[in-house]
Nanobody, 127 residues
């Protein structure tokens, strides 16, 4: 099982960025995929999750602070989950990680429900 997050960088406030999580080595379409983030000095926080076909098939979940700004989606043909982030704020600055949710987000945002993680990707919101 492998997951890898891509797409970090430097973005200006109110800008947009899309992160990708590429996965391999498991039945991607059946599993949920979640995004978490960790800012310096803070605990890892659940950002969003999208369920797989073994769950509610494409249902999405967001933490309150990103609702209306972030959109999670998946392309099962490419084994990839995307996180489109708009109206970015400085408080969104963090390392973003994607993880596999074998229970298809049913326990999200429980960090311990994720059984595999990819290396994170850092992005910074700053002018």
């Amino acid at each position: 099982v492998q997951l890898q997050a891509f797409g970090g960088g430097l973005v200006q406030p109110e800008g947009s960025l899309r992160l990708s999580c590429a996965a391999s080595g498991f039945a991607f379409d059946k599993n949920g995929i979640g995004w978490f983030r960790q800012a310096p000095g803070r605990e890892r926080e659940g950002v969003s999750c999208i369920s797989g076909s073994d769950g509610s098939d494409g249902s999405t979940y967001y933490t309150d602070s990103v609702k209306g700004r972030f959109t999670i989606s998946r392309d099962n043909g490419k084994n990839t989950v995307y996180l489109q982030m708009n109206s970015l704020k400085s408080e969104d600055t963090a390392i973003y990680y994607c993880g596999r949710s074998p229970d298809s987000c049913s326990k999200w945002p429980d960090y311990f429900e994720m059984d595999y993680w990819g290396k994170g990707t850092q992005f910074t919101v700053s002018s």
